[in-house]
């Protein structure tokens, strides 16, 4: 026989959010949940590329391997030495 009291209540219709939008709702523990990550904006699913960026990662890995392209220095085509 299953112990009484000691299991979290459940919510059947929890509601799941993703930038602020409704995306679905779900069987939970909690009844509100925040995610950066669902089906409908994964790439896997969705066919596209997105770097989902958390503090920089991204960038200090294209820094530390030189895979940032340098912007070429501008040149003043209207002026003339002479």
């Known amino acids: 026989m ?3 009291d000691i299991h979290p ?3 059947p219709e929890a509601k ?3 930038n602020g939008q409704l995306v679905m709702t779900v069987g939970s523990t909690k009844p509100e949940l925040h995610v950066d990550v669902w089906s409908g904006n994964h790439p896997f699913f969705t066919g596209t ?3 989902i960026d958390t503090e920089g ?3 200090r890995f294209m820094k530390k391997y030189g895979m ?3 912007q070429a220095p501008a040149t003043d085509s209207g002026s003339t030495d002479q």
Do not use: D, N, T
């Open 68 to 70: 940032f392209e340098e």
């Open 2 to 4: 299953a112990k009484s």
């Open 57 to 59: 990662r991204v960038e």
């Open 49 to 51: 590329q997105k770097i």
């Open 9 to 11: 209540q459940w919510y």
């Open 16 to 18: 799941v959010f993703c």
